[in-house]
């Protein structure tokens, strides 16, 4: 049975090699870069299945001092009535075993306190299987950010 926990020190060597085997999908990170984002971040957290690394995501509340232009897009419309999911890596080795339904539906309960769960997904270059499985929870694209190499949609979902 998965659980998410907070992460700790022996986790950052494996929460960085997944970083950057993801990282055409998400910004760089370094170690100094998790340490910042761990210090801001309303939750920095492993996904544990039964004991293994299966990955990791990462969530800020609003008012933080998070750098992202995107957190900032939302920052500027919401105020403060939005979370932020920032990002989510699944390993391989777990994928399509419903650790993202479960990620997400934990994510989206913390969210629900703040109206809105807000994320990015790429366009360009494309993610279709990200679009897909958020459109199929709900989740509309309310603006894109970026250009004609690295394109996002900036994606909402309301909560009751």
Known sequence: MPILRRISERDHDLVLDLNQRNVEALAPMDR???LELDGIADRFDVVDVDGEFGGFVV???PGTAYDSENYRWFTERYADRFYYLDRIVLSDRFRRR???TFVYDEVERVA???ERLTLEVNLLPPN????AFHGARG???V???GDDEHLVSL???KLP
């Open 32 to 34: 100094a870069r998790l």
């Open 59 to 61: 969530t800020f509340a």
């Open 98 to 100: 419903g650790l993202g």
């Open 112 to 114: 629900a306190a703040y």
């Open 128 to 131: 279709d299987v990200s679009l």
């Open 139 to 141: 989740y509309l694209e």
């Open 143 to 145: 603006g894109t950010l």
């Open 155 to 157: 994606m909402e979902k």
